[in-house]
């Protein structure tokens, strides 16, 4: 039971790697928290949204096995 | 053409913009986006944009089909660049038909507006002193 | 380039964008218009525009210098088509460019609105079926 | 002493020319209602501009010899 996290931007900076495997964890915020620790993420997770498999979703959706996370800093385009 | 494409390459208008002409349409907007060589007061010497590319063009996607249920437009399309941009590069295309200029306007600057707002693309800035910087303005 | 002109022949629009990029500049608005196959519910099969040259271009001038007062606007052009003209064909070009784009858009939008209400051009319409006919609106 | 009028649009169709040689009037307004019978305009003076040797001017400009004066019917560019 696990899951894929993508890393973007100052994220995957801090995080050193563009993505990770993970075990599949209680809940998305619960995932932010403990990453956050562990890569030492600045960014708080209310400034954030988070995407599972390619679509943004809301932060208290259920996760499954085999999923993909993405969580989404502030974006800067344009 | 009613489209959002990411570009990892430089990219023309022309054809682009080529897509969007027709006789029914009598007004074209449209915007682009240059890098430029300072932002927020900092000599900017060049740089690079990421995207979560298979989100970036669901989400801009979306926009684009949006503007065309809330604007009375023809078509619209946008291109965003990524990768590693030189000063006075073109970074954002946004063209827009319609048969009036009032909404044809009004749909480029809200598209625009909701690229730079929703669509997963970040910008980080290198200096000319300082450290390079990845951009995450508050919303 | 800060300039208007009459052309009375078809124009490029590649070289005119081209003068108003700059390294200072984010930001480039402009706004097209092209002959349309209908207007006011008429098929339209093509159009003249006539224009009061020396005129056109010194009131064009000052709606080019106006927006550059009046807007946060790096540069500021426009070229507007005499003669005849065929269906799809351009019109009038408007190019602004800024360092950011709500001048690019409020400028380019008020250069438009400007040279269709004081710029002495006028269009004579011809129809798919009825008299053909100058375009005089009320303002 | 004698004036040039240019014509444009709708005013030029009517007129049959593009320009005429006149005789210099007594005011700009009097000009136009002389031309307006003369030529059958059926733009009323109130929806025109006035323009002397190429720039706008009040309707009330005096005028000299030898100028130029056109009359502006409502512009269609764009």
């Not at chain 2, 029914?24 to 907007?29: H, K, M, P, Q």
């Not at chain 2, 980080?124 to 390079?132: D, F, K, L, V």
Request: glycine share 8%.
């Amino acid at each position: 039971m696990s899951v894929t996290v993508l890393y973007f931007a100052s994220l995957r900076e801090a995080a050193g790697v563009d993505r990770e495997l993970l075990p599949l964890p209680a809940s998305l915020r619960a995932l932010y928290d403990a990453l956050s620790l562990r890569h030492g993420f600045s960014l708080p997770a209310t400034k954030l949204r988070v995407a599972v498999d390619g679509a943004f979703v809301p932060w208290d959706s259920p996760l499954s096995d085999g999923c993909e996370i993405a969580f989404i800093p502030p974006v800067s385009g344009g | 053409m009613n489209r959002f494409a990411i570009s990892e390459e430089p990219f023309l208008i022309a054809p682009l913009r080529e897509q969007l002409l027709g006789h029914d349409a009598g007004a074209y907007a449209s915007f682009e986006g240059w890098v430029r060589d300072h932002n927020e007061g900092r000599a900017v010497q060049g740089l690079f944009y990421e995207s979560y590319r298979a989100l970036a063009e669901t989400e801009g996607q979306a926009i684009i089909d949006q503007a065309l249920e809330r604007f009375a437009i023809t078509r619209a399309a946008c291109v965003h660049r990524t990768g590693e941009l030189a000063l006075g590069e073109l970074a954002v295309w946004v063209g827009v038909s319609a048969g009036h200029r009032g909404p044809a306007f009004e749909a480029c600057r809200w598209i625009i507006d909701e690229v730079k707002s929703r669509v997963p693309i970040w910008k980080h800035e290198r200096y000319a002193t300082g450290a390079p910087t990845w951009l995450h303005p508050d919303p």
